[in-house]
């Protein structure tokens, strides 16, 4: 079985500031890793996601993801923020092989002041 | 591009009704999957689905069904509402495990 802690249920940040949203999991096997993003009344979209290889993933709208396995970590970050990626992040893991079913933190929620 | 349809954004039913939620997926994917939403609590999963005709529970099914009869298409079915069960549902769907999920947009559902 899995589990995903999202540390921070909120982080405020001004516009152009750097940001880190933080993700942790817990797992028995290896597991392919996601940051999902969820705009006020829409569904999610991905943002990255790490499968294998670099450690470093990058996604879109600027934001980027290192995949720690001796921290069993994967923090989503963005070097400056706009005032659009207020927003609630997901992060996810899901197994390598077997079951489909992804685990999902409980979110975090950005809100970038101007 | 890829498309997950959620049959309603918005519903407002009343206590004791049935409920059906539909969702259709244009990538043949074989996973698909439904959600609730609910602030604080991230997405508690209600029912997954991994071919036509199979169903798993997930984490909360208790309240819910599904019904999978054909590969694009999957139905979450409220039995008899509650208003416990006001939120917001999400379908997804997903080739393999290595791969993302695709969201549709929600339903926002109000049982009074």
């Known amino acids: 079985a899995q589990s995903v802690t999202q540390l921070d249920s909120q982080v405020p940040v001004f516009e152009e500031a750097p940001v880190e949203l933080r993700c942790n999991y817990s797992?028995?096997?290896?597991?392919?890793l996601f940051w999902y993003v969820q705009y006020p009344n829409q569904g999610l979209q991905l943002l990255l996601k790490?499968?294998?290889?670099?450690?470093l993933v990058k996604g879109i709208n600027g934001f980027e993801a290192e995949f720690n396995k001796s921290q069993t970590s994967f923090h989503l970050r963005k070097p400056s923020v706009h005032i659009s990626d207020t927003a609630e992040y997901f992060c996810?893991?899901?197994?390598?092989?077997?079951?489909?079913?992804?685990?999902f933190g409980r979110g975090t929620s950005l809100i970038v002041h101007p | 591009d890829v498309k997950v349809t959620q049959s309603s954004r918005y519903l407002v039913k009343r206590t004791g009704e049935k409920v059906f939620l539909e969702c259709v997926q244009d990538?043949?994917?074989?996973?698909m999957f439904w959600y609730r939403q609910d602030p604080g609590l991230g997405l508690r999963l209600i029912y997954f689905?991994?071919?036509?005709?199979?169903?798993e529970k997930g984490d909360i099914p208790e309240g819910y069904s599904v019904s999978r009869e054909k590969k694009e298409r999957f139905s979450l079915i409220l039995e008899s509402a509650s208003t416990n069960q006001t939120s917001m549902y999400l379908c997804?769907?997903?080739?393999?495990?290595?791969?993302?999920?695709?969201f549709g947009d929600g339903t926002r559902l109000s049982i009074l």
């Open positions: 996810a893991v899901s197994p390598l092989g077997g079951s489909y079913i992804p685990t």
């Open positions: 689905s991994y071919d036509v005709k199979m169903k």
């Open positions: 797992s028995s096997v290896s597991v392919y």
């Open positions: 790490y499968l294998s290889g670099s450690t």
């Open positions: 997804a769907s997903s080739a393999a495990s290595n791969q993302p999920q695709h």
């Open positions: 990538m043949d994917h074989e996973n």
